[in-house]
């Protein structure tokens, strides 16, 4: 069972389902003058129906139970006389759990000659967020999708398990690698007055490569707690790679959200296309996307428990032979793909290969080292 759940996951990922769900929008009731009603689709309320039917997946998922009372972790974040560091942890604790996620994108924007708004991106899964790790300074959360598709009159599918990506949270830390387009990758080293009282979030890919960091600070109120990220540079996400080609970065800040029964991640994104030594040569559009993760209750997470168990190990490793690069190099390289296979698919299945048995750490060392070489090498340092 687990290899078939690896393999199932390694094809969900490569066919860009990730457990997504084209939703349809309804009718808008309300018509500019001589215009006939359309659906209704924010920021494009004109535009012709078929030309903003959302991208993404197309299955339905079993059925889940929405959490309604305040969670335990939002509780203890309402708690009298936390310090400031406290409270900050105890809201990036309480993005722990179980969660019905949903994500949504759309271009509001454009800036060029011609422009014609990219249809929009939703898509949804079942996820768990586990605790890696929780220090005074230092907290890590990896996300695990457990899914089970649904058609109508029949009865859910074996589950597929996912390793989805994973965030890092550092009180006042200092260095951070950022994104600087063209695969290059460098380090960065802040002041300890730009550090004080802020949170460093470090966000990896489903195989542990850089994804983006970015600094901010948390923010508490009455009934929610937010943090906002400074403006960052990301690669582009698996969504926009495997369908356009016309753009080369994301430019833009990240909100967290904690509420009662959930949290919620805001982008507000730049679409950059740089020139051969990395600057911006032009704007494209501005992006919104909205991530949703809505507490749920009864599901059966045994499927994603007993694949983070097992190769729990091998991500340590995985994740320690990067902080050796990361320590090594004050500039990264780091490619998507090797010999034609992409990194995730090696470093998955490595995962399937090495933890089948009995787990050897020094052997299993090896391997991942042999096989992040070929994708990550010493960077230019070119900006």
């Known amino acids: 069972m687990p290899g078939r759940i690896a393999r199932t996951g390694l094809a969900c990922l490569f066919s860009l389902a990730l457990a997504g769900s084209a939703l349809a929008a309804g009718p808008d009731d309300i018509a500019a003058p001589g215009t006939t009603p359309r659906q209704f689709t924010f920021a494009w309320p004109y535009q012709p129906d078929d030309r903003m039917a959302p991208r993404g997946g197309i299955t339905t998922g079993d059925s889940i139970t929405l959490a309604t009372d305040a969670s335990p972790a939002w509780q203890a974040l309402q708690a009298a006389g936390l310090s400031a560091r406290e409270r900050d942890r105890r809201a990036i604790l309480a993005?722990?759990?179980?969660?019905?996620?949903?994500?949504?994108?759309?271009?509001?924007?454009g800036f060029t000659e011609g422009y014609q708004p990219d249809p929009p991106y939703q898509s949804w899964g079942t996820e768990y967020v586990y605790v890696v790790s929780d220090e005074p300074d230092f907290i890590s959360l990896q996300h695990i999708m457990v899914i089970r598709f649904a058609s109508a009159g029949e009865d859910a599918s074996e589950p597929v398990v996912v390793k989805h990506w994973r965030q890092d949270w550092r009180y006042e830390g200092r260095e951070l690698f950022v994104f600087d387009g063209h695969q290059q990758w460098r380090r960065v080293t802040l002041t300890e007055e730009q550090?004080?009282?802020k949170w460093v979030q470090s966000v990896f890919q489903v195989d542990d490569s850089p994804r983006y960091a970015a600094v901010g600070s948390w923010q508490h109120t009455a009934n929610f707690s937010s943090w906002t990220s400074d403006e960052t540079w990301r690669p582009l996400p698996r969504r926009e790679f495997s369908v356009r080609d016309d753009y080369d970065v994301l430019i833009g800040s990240n909100r967290h959200t904690i509420t009662p029964t959930?949290?919620?991640?805001?982008?507000h994104n730049l679409k950059a296309a740089l020139d051969d030594d990395g600057a911006v040569?032009?704007?494209?559009?501005?992006?919104?996307?909205?991530?949703?993760y809505e507490r749920i209750e009864g599901f059966d997470w045994s499927p994603g428990d007993e694949y983070w168990q097992r190769t729990a190990p091998y991500w340590a490793e995985v994740r320690s032979a990067w902080q050796d690069y990361y320590a090594s190099n004050p500039h990264l390289e780091v490619s998507k793909t090797a010999d034609e296979v992409p990194m995730f698919v090696a470093m998955f299945d490595l995962a399937e290969s090495l933890t089948t048995g009995e787990f050897d750490a020094t052997a299993a060392r090896?391997?991942?080292?042999?096989?992040?070489?070929?994708?990550?090498?010493?960077?230019?340092?070119?900006?």
């Open 195 to 197: 550090a004080r009282g």
């Open 281 to 292: 040569a032009r704007i494209l559009a501005r992006e919104n996307g909205l991530a949703r």
């Open 366 to 383: 090896r391997e991942i080292e042999r096989t992040l070489d070929a994708y990550v090498a010493p960077g230019s340092g070119a900006r």
């Open 95 to 109: 993005m722990a759990g179980a969660y019905r996620a949903s994500f949504d994108f759309i271009e509001t924007v």
């Open 262 to 267: 959930g949290w919620v991640q805001e982008e």
